[in-house]
């Protein structure tokens, strides 16, 4: 356990030069898109010039680069994220940050859920039944899954269960917002407090976004562990359990699942991480305010110091994933140590 | 187990889940107590403090919170009585506005003079403000703590929309005696006791003035309240800080703002209980959200148009709006060194005005698809007193240019500007310095999608014309601050919007020869164009000024100097439970008290059945699996 301790240091350690290397390159591409902020917020020729470079001065884009890059960096480390600049002008990117993020948060519940239940239980029941009808069913499924749009997908969902059988919420706007914000993530929220009702529009009005988002990374994940299940069925030791007389289904998930969920964790770990970072185009077609279409928001709009922010704080989070699914790794296989 | 009874319990399972569901879901349908107007926007407002407000999203919200001294008659561009009940305009460059009593904020305070002259002097020029809260008239008459620091109120911004006001030199609180007396109490004096005229002055006669009045810009806003919640909590929060018929509830970044009617709003009071602007990116989610009920009024996409109006549940309106669209040409005789100047002819922009397919550019699904108006001339029919109806395309019995590729032919024949050297192309020698073939440079903004298919447009009419046309794309800032002011285009598409509600806006920027090499692109130079306008802008009489814009109006017809081309039309929809919605020529969600809204029956599958189908698939998802696992799998 001792190595272990000592690798996660290590990994939060190795941290630093990838945050920064991401700033670099964020900063760079950033400044590198012709237009700014300022311009944005005086398109069409609406700000007096005037106003455009007293604005262009307050914000001290009229600072060489490496000086603006330098002075995002100091205000960074004292934990100053700073203020956006033209998707809310004025407002604190914390701030800004912190209350999309549980939105993101309870679409990655409900769509890791989605993954998990139906992806994990569809990869197994395909292997078991490698080449009947069922498996050719789910491989089909699984390559739609992978391949379809999720903004498609997404508005097909809404024109059927929204429009046509109108069974859920189109939007997610109009959810019923709990009377008690503790966590910000409604479910969880609406548990806190006993709020069915809460729980009811939390559950509705994710249902259509999250089947939208899960589906790709469901795929994923069935593809994944279809194909390492079927390995593990050709295993020495699974031959020796069907031998020694036990059961087909003590077989398939005592033994065999078992060992084959290690590269699904995988998978699901860096999904999971990565819906986290935001889905924009999810988030974008069922107008649910995280972080995805904030920072989408931020870039169409060059608010420089949100995007640097979102994306900094995406790729501690995809960090962080990753570290989390090595750790598990030494826990579900005995014999990985650090 | 016998069969019997796994059935049983199978429906008992089934039935207590349903049960279950519909207890649980049911609070879902008894809501609806209060009256919402939900309204969805395309992106988040910028700001809810007045001053800084030049976008849309942001004007629609604080058009509500907030009232002006000058509104408008609703669905109208005639000035009402707001904040100011009357207003004198004094030939010598002056406004007196009076100041209307027994208005109180949202918080309760009374509205003041001295709210109005704050609210008002934050839109000025910076030199004029601190001139202002400088003068000994203020520092005597008060003696107010807060006047010190107003720079530390905004720091040095200035409001965005200052420029428009630089014609104002002063702006202050009189005691004229509108209302009879003469008591002066400075920042406490409540409208009633004097000093409830707001004097507002111009450096020269602009009698467009009285229009500024009805910004959003110039909303009045509570200055203790302003002063308290300081910038942040102006543009964030403004609670309290308006007159208008809804006060501000709260604002959720990034997904809606929502405002509550104000009970004790001098005008008519709102129906609605509720307005929610509600931030809907996806222009499709927009469309659908408006289908099916979950919003109720909107400015629908171009694209989503004629879907919408074929919805039995969705009105909607459209109707010209302000903004115009014109080909212009370069009229000038020598700009650069590639120019021909054969376009100061007048004749030959005749010429190529007949071979301009307008029907096409308004009614194809290419370019606007039937979203826009005609364009007659210079002003939109919106301003009706400066508008003269009746001036109509050639087929609709008027002198207007339309698409006629033979009568274009015939004029530049009669020219004699004729092929010479038999390439299809008209030979211009003589005309030209620079060229023998008739060749034009058409300039567009890339990115502009309808401006580029008009470029191709016109090169395929142009060609049988004998027109050769070359056409050019720019970035924006090129294409405007570098290309037309340079006169590197022959031929361009450029649109107009109006800076303020008033005919001068359409003419004097545009058309007056001070604006050569800027916005006059056109390079339009004719001393009497100038000169009516001039008139035009210091003359009081609206009489007077309208036939003065006539005249130009007149003029530049005749002289070509722009293609006429489209004026986009306002699109409106709301679902049929609203009502009494006024539509706004100025495209902007105003006047929202007047709106009614009738709770739909309830459209779809009820609750109940929902939850009864939940929870028999759930029921039968449960036992299937069960019996799965029992039986084992199949091998």
Redesign the interface.
């Known amino acids: 356990m001792k190595g272990l301790y000592a690798y996660i240091i290590r990994r939060l350690i190795l941290l630093i030069p990838v945050v920064l290397g991401v700033m670099l390159l964020t900063f760079i591409l950033m400044h590198s898109i012709p237009g700014n902020p300022v311009a944005y917020l005086g398109g069409s020729g609406k700000l007096p010039p005037d106003a455009v470079e007293k604005l262009i001065k307050i914000y001290g884009l009229d600072q060489p680069l490496f000086i603006q890059f330098f002075l995002y960096l100091a205000n960074v480390f004292q934990g100053n994220l700073g203020t956006s600049i033209s998707v809310n002008p004025g407002a604190n990117i914390t701030d800004l940050i912190l209350t999309a993020f549980p939105h993101t948060v309870e679409l990655t519940i409900y769509s890791s859920i989605i993954m998990v239940l139906v992806g994990i239980p569809a990869g197994v029941i395909s292997a078991k039944k490698r080449n009947s009808l069922t498996d050719n069913v789910t491989r089909v499924g699984a390559l739609i899954g992978v391949s379809m749009p999720v903004f498609w997908l997404g508005i097909m969902l809404q024109i059927v269960f929204g429009v046509a059988i109108p069974i859920f919420p189109l939007l997610w706007a109009g959810i019923h917002e709990p009377a008690v914000k503790a966590t910000g993530i409604y479910l969880i929220d609406g548990f806190l407090s006993l709020d069915f009702r809460t729980i009811v529009d939390s559950i509705m009005h994710y249902a259509l976004p999250s089947i939208a988002l899960g589906a790709l990374s469901l795929s994923i994940v069935t593809r994944m562990v279809r194909s390492s299940m079927l390995e593990v069925l050709g295993e020495d030791y699974i031959r020796t359990a069907r031998a020694k007389g036990c059961s087909e289904n003590a077989t398939i998930y005592r033994h065999a699942l078992r060992n084959s969920l290690l590269p699904a964790t995988t998978v699901i770990g860096l999904q999971i991480g990565g819906l986290l970072g935001g889905a924009v185009l999810t988030e974008t077609v069922f107008a649910i305010p995280g972080v995805g279409r904030l920072i989408t928001d931020a870039i169409l709009k060059y608010d420089y110091p949100l995007v640097m922010a979102g994306v900094l704080f995406i790729a501690i989070i995809y960090i962080i994933a990753n570290l989390v699914v090595d750790v598990l790794y030494a826990y579900l296989d005995p014999r990985i140590r650090y | 187990m016998k069969k019997s009874v796994k059935y049983s319990l199978a429906l008992v399972l089934m039935l207590s889940l349903a049960a279950s569901g519909i207890i649980?879901?049911s609070?879902?349908k008894a809501q609806a107590v209060t009256t919402t107007l939900?309204i969805a926007q395309g992106g988040?407002p910028?700001?809810l403090d007045p001053y800084d407000s030049?976008?849309s999203a942001s004007n629609d919200v604080i058009l509500n919170i907030y009232d002006q001294l000058v509104m408008y008659v609703p669905s109208t561009l005639q000035f009402r009585p707001g904040l100011a009940v009357g207003w004198q305009i004094l030939p010598n460059t002056t406004i007196i506005f009076n100041i209307r009593r027994n208005v109180t904020f949202h918080n309760g305070d009374p509205m003041t003079p001295y709210d109005v002259w704050w609210s008002l002097q934050r839109v000025l020029p910076l030199y004029l403000r601190s001139a202002l809260f400088n003068s000994s008239y203020i520092n005597n008459a008060t003696a107010n703590p807060h006047h010190w620091n107003w720079s530390e109120y905004d720091?040095?911004?200035?409001s965005?929309v200052?420029?428009l006001f630089e014609p104002v030199k002063d702006i202050r609180m009189a005691d004229i005696g509108f209302w009879g007396n003469t008591t002066f109490t400075g920042e406490n004096a409540t409208a009633g006791d004097g000093w409830d005229e707001i004097v507002v002055e111009f450096s020269e006669p602009f009698a467009p003035g009285l229009s500024l009045f009805s910004y959003a810009a110039t909303s009045i806003v509570n200055w203790k309240v302003a002063t308290e919640l300081g910038?942040?909590g102006m543009?964030?929060a403004p609670v309290g800080a308006g007159t208008g018929p809804f006060k501000f509830n709260s604002w959720?970044?990034?997904?809606?703002v929502v405002l509550d009617k104000w009970e004790n709003y001098w005008g008519q009071v709102p129906h609605v209980d509720r307005v929610e602007f509600?931030?809907?990116?996806?222009a499709?989610?927009r469309t659908?959200?408006i289908?099916?009920g979950?919003?109720d009024l909107l400015y629908p996409e171009s694209a989503d148009w004629y879907d919408l109006k074929s919805d039995p549940n969705i009105e909607t309106w459209q109707e010209a709006g302000l903004g115009t669209r014109y080909i212009s040409f370069q009229c000038l005789q020598n700009v650069t060194g590639r120019m021909f100047g054969i376009l100061s002819n007048t004749t030959v922009r005749k010429a190529l005005s007949y071979a301009i397919n307008y029907d096409e550019i308004i009614n194809g699904e290419l370019f606007l698809n039937g979203l826009a108006t005609r364009m007659t001339q210079p002003v939109v029919p919106a301003i009706e007193w400066a508008y003269n109806s009746s001036i109509k395309p050639e087929d609709e019995g008027g002198i207007l240019p339309i698409y006629n590729i033979t009568k274009a032919n015939e004029i530049l024949d009669s020219l004699g500007i004729v092929d010479v050297d038999g390439d299809g192309i008209r030979d211009i020698k003589g005309w030209t310095n620079s060229s023998d073939d008739f060749k034009l440079i058409y300039g567009y903004n890339i990115g502009n999608a309808v401006r580029e298919r008009v470029g191709t447009l016109l090169k395929d009419s142009f060609a049988q014309i004998g027109v050769d046309l070359e056409i050019q794309g720019d970035?924006w800032s090129v294409f405007?601050y570098d290309k037309i002011v340079n006169g590197a285009y022959d031929i361009w598409m450029l649109g107009w919007g109006p800076d303020y509600i008033d005919p001068d806006t359409y003419f004097y920027p545009l058309f007056h020869s001070k604006f050569i090499w800027s916005t006059n692109g056109a390079g339009v130079n004719i001393s009497s164009v100038d000169t009516m306008l001039e008139q035009a802008r210091a003359e009081t009489n609206q009489t007077i000024r309208a036939q003065l814009y006539k005249n130009v109006t007149n003029i530049l017809i005749n002289e070509y100097v722009w293609a006429w081309c489209y004026i986009p039309d306002n699109l409106y929809a709301w679902r049929t439970t609203v009502t009494g919605f006024k539509h706004s020529p100025l495209d902007q969600m105003d006047d929202l008290e007047y709106v009614e809204i009738t709770p739909s029956a309830g459209?779809?599958?009820p609750v109940e059945v929902?939850a009864i189908i939940v929870g028999v698939v759930v029921a039968v998802a449960v036992i299937g699996g069960i019996a799965y696992?029992r039986k084992?799998?199949p091998?």
Not at chain 2, 252 to 256: E, Q, R, S
Not at chain 2, 278 to 282: A, D, P
């Open positions: 649980i879901l609070p879902i939900k988040d910028i700001t030049w976008d720091g040095d911004r200035e965005f200052w420029l910038p942040h543009k964030f959720i970044l990034n997904y809606k509600q931030t809907i990116l996806s499709s989610s659908l959200a289908k099916t979950m919003v970035e405007l459209a779809g599958i929902i696992w084992g799998a091998a």
